[in-house]
């Protein structure tokens, strides 16, 4: 596609339901991330894959969190029994290859957690 | 880890007037940097970048200088507009990560 596609565009969960997010990279783009962004905060990075191998999750905060990009396109980050603390907007973004003329990031999906 | 110290907002300016958004890192090595920006109710996009000590990155009347001796990356713009009311995030990257500041926003009055 012409950009990144990121969908729900909102959700608001209970505290304790597991959430599934989709980020839809642009086509042929080899390196996929994902942002987490605090209301009023700059973005915080969470994890990178490299097709379909995630290189780097350092940046995941518990392990209810997990991602993951099994043919090398489509991500989906999974948040499992979400707590308060988890709402944020995530962010994705993806890039041709490497990443130092910079990314291309999606509009991100606003998670309320209620 | 790489870090970045943005100046503080919001920023509230006239059309017209001489916009600088001060920004200094710390960073292992020299990384590349990059302003993004964020319109109400949009995600980040590109806004400048540049890739080596005294590189200047220009976009849309934009403009920021690499400055390696006092790690430094102001954005500057000589005549705001409304349009540019946003929230302006400088980051330098590390390899594939991004490290960004905490935003400043601004705010162009007609």
């Known amino acids: 596609g012409a950009g990144v596609s990121q969908s729900p565009r909102y959700k608001v969960a209970k505290r304790g339901q597991d959430v599934a997010l989709r980020c839809d990279p642009i086509s042929g783009h080899v390196s996929l991330f994902w942002y987490q962004q605090a209301l009023g905060q700059g973005p915080e990075f969470l994890t990178y894959f490299q097709n379909e191998a995630q290189l780097d999750k350092s940046g995941l905060p518990s392990d209810r969190f997990f991602a993951e990009r099994p043919e090398g396109s489509v991500s989906t980050l999974k948040i499992q029994r979400t707590q308060q603390e988890d709402s944020a907007v995530y962010l994705c973004?993806?890039?041709?290859?490497?990443?130092?003329?910079?990314?291309?990031f999606g509009s991100g999906t606003r998670l309320t957690v209620v | 880890g790489d870090s970045v110290t943005q100046m503080e907002g919001p920023v509230t300016l006239s059309e017209e007037a001489f916009l600088t958004i001060n920004c200094t890192y710390t960073a292992t090595g020299y990384p590349s940097l990059f302003w993004y920006v964020q319109y109400p109710g949009e995600g980040l996009q590109l806004l400048l970048k540049a890739t080596k000590a005294d590189d200047k990155g220009s976009n849309k009347g934009f403009e920021a200088t690499y400055r390696k001796e006092t790690t430094s990356f102001h954005l500057e713009k000589g005549s705001v507009q409304v349009s540019d009311s946003a929230v302006y995030f400088c980051?330098?990257?590390?390899?594939?990560?991004?490290?960004f500041g905490a935003g400043t926003t601004v705010t162009v009055r007609a």
């Open positions: 973004a993806s890039s041709r290859g490497t990443a130092f003329n910079g990314y291309t």
């Open positions: 980051a330098p990257i590390n390899d594939y990560k991004l490290s």
